[in-house]
Each structure stands twice: as C-alpha cells, then as structure tokens.
C-alpha cells in the first residue's frame, strides 16, 4: 500500500513539474532587462574599491577628458578581445581619454590572473558584490558607458570583433564637439 501512495505522489510532482515546464516554455517572452542609465542621463558616482597594486582613481583625472566606464568580468570571453581594444584607444588618446575598468568578479584573485594575460595601462576598480553593476541594471558583460561632461554619450553592451572602431569614431566626434 505504501508503494502505491509513493507512486501516486511521484505520479503528481511530476506532474506538476511537467505542467510548470510547459507553461514556462510556452510563456510569450518578456522584455528584456533595460539598464537603469540610458544615453543623456548624467552617470552616477560609483561606490567601488581600489584595485590592489593600480594607482588610487581620483575625480580630478576626469575633469575636461572623455571618460570610458567599463564593467567587466574575468570568466566573460568578449573581454579578452574588448581589454586590449580599450588599451591602444588609451594609449591613442592619452591625456584627452581616460578609462576606468571596473571588474565585477566575485573574486579579485580571478580578474589579477585574468590581467597577467591581458594587461591593461588603464585604471582598473573592484565592484566588491556587484553593487554598482546591479545598481545600473547591467546583464551583459562587457557593459561600457562614454561619458562627456557627467552625461552618458553612448552605451556598449556586449563586445563584437569591430566595435573598437565605433567606439573610436564616437570618441573622435565627441573630442571634436560635434
């Protein structure tokens, strides 16, 4: 008798498990999630960590410059090609660009061993808990924000072979003020 009471309620959670299923795969699809700053806004002051072994990051680097915000991650493949991308527009616009890459890794340890094989001269926070990333809505990796005067000028989600030349091409328009 006890077998056929198991049974029975194997029988339904599978059921249900079955039905839930259904009803998730057959479910239309939602928007998907929007990042809490869009392009005009003014971005908000982040609350971030030094990275061990990089030069403090201080607000009066920024002053006058175009400024590159970008969240990434050492697990995240597109990073592998956007890290270097972003360092030669560094070196290019040196002293009119400045860029800030913020590492989101649960573990500062991955992101230095990320950086032995990716090396950046650029300055470089730790986003401890993902406050910040989760605070801006951020769901791909890498997420950057172009800034000019405290607005956001444009935003990068997700990195493709080629997008280093769009974002050259804005930074170039926004230093020539067009």
Same mark, same amino acid.
């Given at each position: 008798m006890k077998h056929i009471i198991f049974s029975t309620k194997l029988s339904l959670i599978f059921t249900s498990l079955l039905?839930? &299923?259904t009803v998730i795969a057959t479910a239309p699809a939602t928007a998907e999630a929007k990042l809490n700053v869009k392009e005009g806004d003014d971005f908000p002051?982040?609350? &971030?960590?030094? $990275?061990?072994g990089k030069p403090k990051v201080g607000a009066?680097?920024?002053k006058g410059k175009v400024v590159i915000v970008d969240f990434w991650a050492s697990w995240c493949e597109p990073c592998k090609i956007e890290l270097p991308a972003l360092n030669k527009l560094?070196?290019?616009y040196k002293g009119k660009l400045v860029i800030i890459g913020v590492n989101v890794d649960d573990n500062l340890n991955e992101a230095r061993s990320f950086l032995?094989?990716?090396?950046?001269? $650029?300055?470089? &926070?730790f986003d401890k808990g993902q406050k910040n990333s989760e605070s801006l809505g951020i769901q791909k990796m890498p997420t950057s924000f172009i800034i000019s005067g405290g607005k956001v000028v444009k935003i990068h989600e997700a990195f493709r072979e080629g997008d280093e030349k769009k974002i050259d091409a804005e930074i170039?328009?926004?230093? %020539?003020? %067009?």
């Open positions: 039905t839930a &299923v002051a982040l609350k &971030v960590m030094d $990275f061990p009066d680097k920024y560094h070196k290019k032995k094989d990716h090396p950046v001269g $650029f300055d470089l &926070v170039k328009k926004i230093l %020539s003020g %067009s």
